[in-house]
């Protein structure tokens, strides 16, 4: 059986978008606001010549009126499903209280995770993803989803644990 890498993370970060980089072509959706329901979408995806399953979890913009309790539910299944977890956090605005709220429900469930702080469009950026190293899950990788700059040294390092 192939891996399952699933990509979490609070609404709006480029998850989707990432996704699409990876699979290399447009495929998951890209929304400008979150708040759209969706179900966990999976994709077969090779990097390296690895074939491996990539799990987007759009899902979690689904209950607008509940966000936290929806990103809490909706990531644990998904990362109960996954082998391996690239938590995506958005670079230009910062670490925010959800994303610890997902740190600590990737934390209880002993799954590899890989940092991705997006949306570091340029070399100028890569001092923003300094913060999360005290996420305490190891290096954050500064990556653009949208521009595809760090996105092949994230997978390089999520895939090990594949
Ligand atoms: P998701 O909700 O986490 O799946 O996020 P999306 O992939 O739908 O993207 C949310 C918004 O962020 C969209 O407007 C994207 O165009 C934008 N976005 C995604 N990746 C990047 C990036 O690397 N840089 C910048 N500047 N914007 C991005
Ligand atoms: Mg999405």
Known sequence: AVGVLAVVGRPNVGKSTLVNRILGRRAAVVEDT???TRDRVSYDAEWAGTDFKLVDTGGWEADVE???SAIASQAQVAVSLADAVILVVDGQVGLTA?????????????KPV???VNKADDHASEYLSAEFWK??????????AMHGRGVGDLLDVA????
Do not use: F, K, Y
């Open 66 to 68: 509940g966000i936290e």
């Open 34 to 36: 979150p708040g759209v």
């Open 98 to 110: 959800s994303d610890e709220r997902i740190v600590s429900m990737l934390r209880a469930s002993g």
């Open 159 to 162: 895939m090990e644990s594949l």
């Open 114 to 116: 890989t940092v991705a």
């Open 135 to 144: 996420l305490g899950l190891g290096e954050p990788h500064g990556v653009s």
